[in-house]
């Protein structure tokens, strides 16, 4: 068929062949190709993260890169990450997305994708992040309901534990009496 091009892609650590047209982005053909929706489509501009993806270890804005650009590539998206995490002798879901959960930081979860996927990427490279380099490494990712708080504490329970310590509790809990 004209204008379609075939791709191959590494997607969650596996191999997909996909037909798609030839100027559709990688968020197009993860959502309405292969039905991979946990990528989502927010701004289409580039703006506010909610289609991020990892490309070789990199978070992405799907919504920018073009699909054909993807190929030869490791693409990971939000639902690869679980089970990518049993493939390497973890169990349940990743780290980082459990952090999520016991946090409180996935409020409506539009943009949890997206920042769960950022956050991996900065904990893969940094296991010691700052504060700051946390809030930089999210900085593309724009959260609707203003639940930044608890999604930086979330990032920090996820490195403290990967490193073996115990975390602080979130800070509202701190002031407890």
């Known amino acids: 068929m004209p204008g379609l091009r075939s791709l191959n892609l590494t997607l969650?650590?596996?191999?997909?062949?996909?037909?798609a047209p030839e100027h559709w982005t990688l968020l197009e053909v993860l959502r309405y190709s292969l039905g991979l929706t946990g990528s989502k489509q927010g701004c289409d501009k580039g703006d506010c993260g909610a289609c991020t993806v990892l490309m070789d270890g990199e978070p992405v804005l799907a919504c920018l890169t073009l699909a054909a650009a993807a190929e030869g590539k490791q693409i990971v998206t939000i639902e690869g990450l679980a089970p990518l995490h049993k493939r390497a002798g973890g169990s349940g879901v990743d780290p980082v997305q459990d952090a999520f959960d016991r946090s409180?930081?996935?409020q409506c979860g539009f943009?949890?994708?997206g920042m769960i996927l950022s956050?991996?990427?900065l904990l893969d490279k940094n296991p010691k992040p700052t504060?700051?380099?946390?809030?930089?490494?999210l900085s593309g990712n724009l959260c609707r309901c203003t639940g930044y708080t608890q999604i930086l504490e979330a990032v920090e329970v996820a490195a403290a534990e990967a490193r073996?310590?115990?975390p602080p509790g979130p800070r509202w809990r701190r002031f407890e009496g």
Request: charged share 25%.
């Open 12 to 19: 969650n650590g596996d191999l997909v062949q996909v037909a």
């Open 104 to 106: 409180g930081a996935l």
């Open 111 to 113: 943009c949890q994708p």
């Open 119 to 121: 956050a991996k990427a």
């Open 131 to 137: 504060r700051d380099e946390i809030k930089q490494a």
């Open 164 to 166: 073996g310590e115990v």
